[in-house]
């Protein structure tokens, strides 16, 4: 019998209108799902610093004429998605028919108010649109599951995370990278080319230096920034002069990532490197840290020559790749579903004869 499968992309999500409404909904569901777990905050403090970042960002916002595209990236996604499952469904994945949806952690539609709209669906991926696991991203889809799902409707949903250990995504990145530059004023093979491959940092230890127990994921960003790294100084295609990791940190929580995107831009400053390229490795759609925060710094910085490249969003090549890995989860599941009936039929069997 047929399967109905269904795909949730989901990610962090940002407000696509600028009001203080949306904007205290957003920033209150960050401090519940990404605040309480460094640190514990009273009712009244979480009111007054979501109203506090709200207000920030709205009149930063306004200032800079920015409007977030994560969300109308990701939507553009999830129709690429079932665009490729409708059109070759029967070729990729037999017996099931595959829906693709969106939610997200932080604006609506938010991730647990989709999974409830699904109980007719035998199997549910959710597919977190971030390329490093920690508590803070997959975690945070995770605990969406575990505190809106019963345990019954939990044992149907299947998370596909930890995306940047795969040789064919880093391949990916080359190609987009070099695309780009030769589409801008800096060439991938100019001899005075520095590139800041930035990612979000992580907090590494709380003030007093002491490490967090909780999974940060900062062992995969430096293990997964050493690959990206290895590729590209072995690409005869590049040519560059200085390579950095650019870790977009924040203020509060404890102690950040080393390897900040302003530390990067400074040894650049230092090695006289003229030309300088960003890449944000560490994200799959551009978003207000890097297309608006990460952007603004490198243009500021003072360099001959700037470029920010777009994350790799909705291209082809990236689109096609994450096809292909939601293919192979939904053929596994498919065959196991099958071995298991037929180990069914087979001890029925036996036990009627």
Same mark, same amino acid.
């Given at each position: 019998m047929s399967k109905k499968i269904a795909v949730v992309v989901t990610t962090y999500g940002e407000v696509e209108h600028l009001t203080l409404s949306e904007l205290y909904h957003n920033s209150r569901r960050i401090i519940n799902f990404i605040t309480d777990q460094i640190t514990s905050l009273s009712p009244s403090m979480k009111i007054a610093i979501a109203l506090f970042r709200s207000i920030k960002r709205k009149v930063h916002w306004s200032m800079k004429g920015y409007k977030s595209n994560l969300c109308k990236i990701t939507h553009g996604q999830v129709i690429c998605l079932q665009k490729?499952?409708?059109?070759?469904n029967n070729g990729f994945v037999e017996d099931a028919k595959v829906d693709v949806f969106e939610g997200y952690f932080f604006s609506k539609p938010y991730l647990e108010d989709t999974l409830a709209r699904l109980d007719t669906y035998d199997?549910?991926?959710?597919?977190?649109?971030?390329?490093? +696991?920690?508590?803070?991203?997959?975690?945070?889809?995770? $605990?969406?599951?575990? +505190?809106h799902l019963t345990p019954e409707k939990?044992?149907?949903?299947d998370l596909i995370g930890s995306l940047w250990n795969d040789d064919e995504l880093i391949q990916i990145f080359l190609n987009h990278i070099h695309t780009s530059l030769l589409e801008s004023s800096i060439a991938?093979?100019?001899? +005075?080319?520095?590139?800041?491959?930035?990612?979000h940092g992580t907090l590494i230890a709380d $003030?007093?230096?002491?490490?967090? +127990?909780?999974?940060?994921g900062l062992d995969q960003t430096k293990a997964f920034y050493e690959?990206?790294? $290895?590729?590209?100084?072995q690409d005869s295609r590049f040519n560059v002069k200085s390579?950095?990791?650019?870790c977009i940190n924040h203020h509060f929580g404890g102690q950040w990532t080393i390897e900040s995107l302003e530390k990067a831009i400074s040894e650049l400053q230092s090695e006289n490197v003229q030309h300088v390229a960003l890449f944000p490795f560490g994200f799959f759609a551009d978003n207000s840290e890097i297309d608006l925060e990460a952007k603004q710094k490198l243009l500021s910085a003072g360099f001959a020559k700037a470029q920010y490249i777009n994350a790799v969003n909705s291209s082809d090549d990236f689109m096609n790749w994450i096809f292909k890995r939601l293919v192979r989860r939904i053929n596994w599941y498919l065959n196991v579903e099958k071995a298991i009936e037929k180990f069914s039929i087979a001890y029925y069997s036996e036990n009627q004869s």
């Open positions: 490729a499952f409708n059109q070759h199997h549910i991926i959710v597919l977190t649109m971030l390329p490093i +696991e920690s508590a803070f991203s997959c975690g945070v889809a995770c $605990k969406i599951a575990q +505190e939990q044992s149907n949903v991938p093979d100019d001899p +005075e080319l520095g590139l800041i491959l930035s990612v $003030k007093e230096g002491k490490p967090y +127990e909780i999974e940060t690959r990206v790294k $290895k590729a590209i100084e390579l950095k990791l650019g």
